[in-house]
């Protein structure tokens, strides 16, 4: 048997997008999906928004990739605008949410190594997260499904249970650099933190000198109804990652971070080759164009209450297969009571809904935050259809 030229490392479907149109894909043979899985939280304005089209568009013709050793008036607009509208003083643009998150684990480390106190290289992190594929970021998840072929691990990390904040605070050692966790768990289930376990961390993180990273990759740009997640909790980090939504579909990642906790990221200490790159800038501000304003997030909030009322009114119906609505704004998930996947798999290929299956029995609700009341009734033609024609007993 010979090697695929794609490295077969995706367990790919038979669904084989080549043409996108608001909230739906189009397959090569002309079927058409309703799309609840947006690349994975990543096309949070749909696949046409004339906005970013045009904004990608018209850079591309004028200047695509220049490197960073000259200056970057792109870069500095939207850095600008991702400090007018967060926590946060400074900003350094990556290609990925790994990548963004790879800059806020050094970023945490330097913060210590810069005050001169070499030995606080250790994250804190929580089990069942999801922070990406590098050796770094799959070094900071307890995950061995992700680890297995690929030992041995960086050292740097300790695991602790997800929203346990009494677990955490034992944890904290003399190696201790800080916190890193998502604030809505995405691949590990749809688990949002309770308020309690962030206003925790943050206190601990005040009294100890101790750095709080966010890894808002998933949860973030709008996808929860406030430009960041943490932002209803009250809680600000010190250092952020963000990425997928936040270029649209145009790779584009981004760790910010507060002036005191960049103080070790100095000249010659963290690079990209692609990062920051003008046509990704373009794409990142036409992103914010859309979405960083109170309109827009209005909308979401105003969606997502409808799409999860729907919802928890629904799963009433089938209490053998779904057990509870989770998450916050267009980030949602049914837990249900059986393996996700197959009802995944039934929902694409019967039903023309894409979805996306998470951990904990979680199956993930991730649509562009632009659908409306048209796309709300189709979701639920379709799930309807698809939960009064699945084979239950087969499934299990």
């Known amino acids: ?24 894909l189009i397959s090569e043979d002309g079927t058409r999906y309703l799309d609840f899985a947006s690349g994975i939280a990543v096309n949070l304005l749909g696949h046409s928004h004339e906005g970013l089209i045009s904004a990608i568009q018209d850079q591309a013709a004028t200047l695509m990739h220049v490197s960073n050793m000259y200056g970057s008036p792109q870069g500095e607009a939207l850095a600008q605008r991702l400090v ?19 800059c806020a684990i050094k970023t945490a480390r330097a913060y210590h190594q810069a005050g001169g106190n070499e030995d606080r290289f250790e994250l804190i992190t929580f089990k069942n997260a999801f922070h990406g594929r590098t050796m770094a970021t799959i070094s900071a998840s307890n995950q061995e499904k992700m680890h297995k072929g690929f030992s041995p691990l960086l050292p740097g990390f300790r695991y602790v249970d997800f929203d346990d904040l009494e677990g955490a605070k034992a944890a904290i050692g003399p190696n201790t650099a800080g916190f890193l966790v998502e604030p809505i768990q995405g691949e590990g289930g749809i688990r949002a933190a309770s308020s309690e376990f962030l206003e925790g961390l943050r206190e601990l993180a005040d009294e100890q000198d101790l750095m709080l990273v ?13 430009l960041f997640a943490h932002e209803q909790y009250g809680v600000t980090p010190d250092i952020m990652a963000v990425a997928k939504g936040i270029g649209g579909g145009f790779p584009l990642g981004a760790c910010v971070a507060t002036e005191k906790a960049s103080r070790g990221m100095v000249f010659g200490t963290h690079g990209s080759t692609y990062g920051g790159n003008p046509l990704a800038m373009a794409a990142g501000n036409a992103v914010m164009n859309a979405v960083a304003n109170d309109e827009f997030l209005d909308q979401v909030r105003e969606v997502s209450d409808r799409l999860r009322g729907r919802l928890t009114q629904f799963i009433g119906n089938y209490p053998d297969l779904f057990e509870e609505v989770r998450g916050m704004g267009l980030m949602l998930g049914l837990k249900m009571k059986i393996e996700p996947r197959p009802f995944m798999v039934h929902l694409r290929d019967n039903h023309q809904l894409l979805t996306v299956a998470a951990g904990d029995s979680t199956l993930r609700l991730l649509p562009p935050l632009v659908i409306g009341d048209a796309e709300i009734d189709e979701f639920f033609d379709k799930l309807s259809a698809a939960a009064a024609a699945f084979d239950l007993a087969e499934a299990t």
């Open 1 to 24: 048997m010979s090697i695929t030229p794609l490295m077969p490392v995706y367990p790919r479907c038979g669904v084989r997008p080549v043409r996108g149109e608001h909230c739906h």
């Open 214 to 226: 966010f890894d808002e990759v998933q949860c973030g740009m709008a996808r929860t109804g406030t």
């Open 84 to 102: 007018d509208a967060t926590f946060a003083d400074t900003v350094f643009f990556t290609n990925s949410g790994a990548e963004a998150v790879e």
